[in-house]
């Protein structure tokens, strides 16, 4: 019988004992992430052996009582669910703003359609569903030009007049850009 003496706190003394709780707290976290990512798979299938024919058949043992002939039965095989891809992550519309020339070549690939109206560039970018419109200004006295202003519209029926979220026109034409670029 324990002495009630053996139960109450020493000083100085710590009331849990660190070095357990450290052990604790690595299995812990070594058997959740060795079940992070696995599916549960059925086991392969036996062919059936030759032999005479089966006379009545028996329920199979449980799976907690092993039987002395075939030992412990083999519980369910999981397997490494495969990664899925990452969703890839466009860059907003307003990153555009404030773009080289070159910036925006390498984005989005050379504009469809160029037109210079000083002290500005229009360039335009378009697919089936919109147009992205760039106004790119000269930098100073210099040559340089940078993307000031861009707008985004419908095109097709409607005639324009309906408008396309910017998101989803930019997204669009960064999507067949990259399309282009893989062949």
């Known amino acids: 019988m324990t002495s009630l003496t053996a139960l109450t706190h ?16 690595v299995i812990l976290a070594a058997l959740a992430l060795s079940a992070c990512g696995l599916t549960e798979t059925p086991p392969p299938a036996t062919p059936p052996t030759p032999g005479p024919t089966p006379g009545p058949t028996m329920a199979p043992p449980s799976a907690s009582t092993p039987t002395p002939s075939t030992g412990p039965r083999p519980g369910p095989v999981l397997a490494a669910r495969p ?46 569903a919109c147009a992205l419109d760039l106004f790119l200004y000269r930098v100073g006295n210099g040559n340089d030009f940078r993307v000031r202003h861009f707008e985004t519209r419908m095109r097709g029926p409607g005639g324009g007049q309906e408008k396309i979220t910017g998101k989803a026109c930019f997204t669009g034409l960064l999507q067949e850009h990259e399309n282009r670029r893989r062949g």
């Open 10 to 25: 020493t000083p100085g003394r710590p009331l849990i004992n660190p070095e357990i709780t450290l052990k604790a707290a």
């Open 83 to 128: 990664p899925s891809a990452p969703k890839r992550q466009y860059p907003a519309l307003s990153t555009l703003s404030g773009m080289t020339p070159d910036q925006v070549i390498g984005l989005l690939g050379p504009p469809r359609f160029k037109r210079r109206d000083n002290p500005a560039e229009i360039w335009q970018y378009r697919n089936k």
